[in-house]
């Protein structure tokens, strides 16, 4: 099993572009979600899914969008690039028991910087 | 919303004890921990659930206060290798979100 898998690894962006993370698990994982991470504010909840055909907003979901066609597949697109956009994206997943998540699988991460 | 962590960072010596708190103003259905090295992933130590379920490594010990919205951490006989950062998720009765801390810090000197 490759487990969680994030592409690229690194990128840099000028803002206003706009660009596509790419997240697969090959688990059969109902739960994927994407997290940000900046210096002293911790992991923070972009967006997630529960399934395929169902995502919902997190805690800092502005500027960003997600579907999951699949349940392997949780692309995550940043629409119009900004500075603040500037962070190491993670991506999870996991399964669920029916009335809590199992532990949370995270891929490798992918470090975006705005210019 | 965010679950509150504290301390925000500790020094050990190695072979002494930590305790890592984690609380939040909401009812908490489940507590999640995990340890992040410096450039590296997340990695699951423990899930605490309402009603006393655990699940988790052998080697770490928590608790979940389902009352007080609180859960500490207890990292005994510190190694070198748990210098990290660990981070508590949580979620809250009627939410499907698993939010995390801001974490705390864990230097471990020899």
């Known amino acids: 099993n490759a487990g969680v898998t994030q592409t690229p690894k690194f990128q840099v962006l000028k803002t206003g572009q706009s660009m596509t993370l790419q997240c697969a698990q090959d688990?059969?994982?109902?739960?994927m979600s994407w997290y940000r991470q900046d210096p002293g504010m911790g992991l923070r909840l972009i967006h997630y899914s529960v399934g395929a055909g169902i995502t919902d907003q997190g805690e800092v979901p502005n500027g960003y969008n997600v579907s999951r066609s699949t349940t392997e597949d949780f692309p995550l697109r940043l629409l119009s690039a900004a500075p603040s956009q500037t962070s190491v994206y993670f991506c999870?997943?996991?399964?669920?028991?029916?009335?809590?998540?199992?532990?949370?699988?995270f891929g490798p991460g992918t470090r975006l910087t705005v210019l | 919303q965010q679950p509150v962590q504290s301390p925000q960072a500790v020094i050990l010596r190695e072979g002494e004890d930590a305790v890592i708190n984690c609380s939040s103003s909401k009812a908490l259905y489940s507590v999640h921990w995990y340890r992040q090295k410096h450039g590296e992933a997340p990695v699951f130590l423990m899930i605490l659930l309402k009603g006393g379920e655990q699940k988790g490594h052998e080697k770490i010990s928590a608790s979940f206060n389902e009352k007080k919205q609180q859960s500490s951490l207890y990292l005994t006989a510190s190694q070198l290798s748990y210098s990290g950062t660990y981070f508590c998720g949580s979620t809250q009765g009627g939410s499907e979100k698993l939010v995390f801390g801001k974490g705390t810090k864990l230097t471990v000197n020899p």
């Open positions: 688990m059969n994982h109902e739960y």
């Open positions: 999870a997943s996991s399964s669920y028991r029916g009335d809590a998540y199992n532990e949370q699988f």
